[in-house]
């Protein structure tokens, strides 16, 4: 068996023992040090997370304030008469998170701001989308031009859609189209006219 001779420089090295009894030490502070970062993207991540959402809401209102601004441009349709064709259309997607309460179109259903959307006389507010969050924070989005007002759609027999006067009058409840929380998913406006112009929503 042959044996191979370790040079005197390695052989100290391999025999230098003084800083073993710190990488215990080092190993120690190194994770503390880990701990401390993941713990500070965590508490920045939380942070940042509302805000995010936040703009993402804003984006979609916005970008469904833009959608209406546009077919106003359109034809609109004669509810009055049944021979007439279909106004301008467009659809709106809004993918919104858990803490929106409601968005308001035309209407802001809750002045009180306590949650209830029933308890209270609704207050019109034509050209504007109105949303809330669980918080009781509201933001609005102004749509720009003539005054067009909102209403709820329903449907014949026919598939023609009209707008619903059974939702509440007395409290102004026919007035405008709400969606309540979670708002998720498609939602189809028409431009018709009666007496007046309305954005007549098919939902």
Known sequence: MVQTKIPGRMRAFLNDTRGVDTIPLKFVVYLALTGVVMILIAVSWANITPVMEGAGVDEQVTNAALKITSIR???????????????SMCIIELFLPDDVRFVGFGVDPDPD???????????????????????????????NGKTVQFRNGVQDANGRWSPSASLGVVNGHDRGVVLEGPVSGEFIFEMVFGVELYMLSHF
């Open 73 to 87: 441009q359109g034809a609109a349709r004669n509810i009055l008469d049944m021979r007439s064709a279909d106004g």
């Open 113 to 143: 701001a306590n949650g209830n959307l029933t308890d209270s006389k609704w207050v019109v507010e034509n050209n504007t989308i109105v949303y809330q969050y669980t918080n009781g924070v509201k933001k609005r989005v102004f749509l």
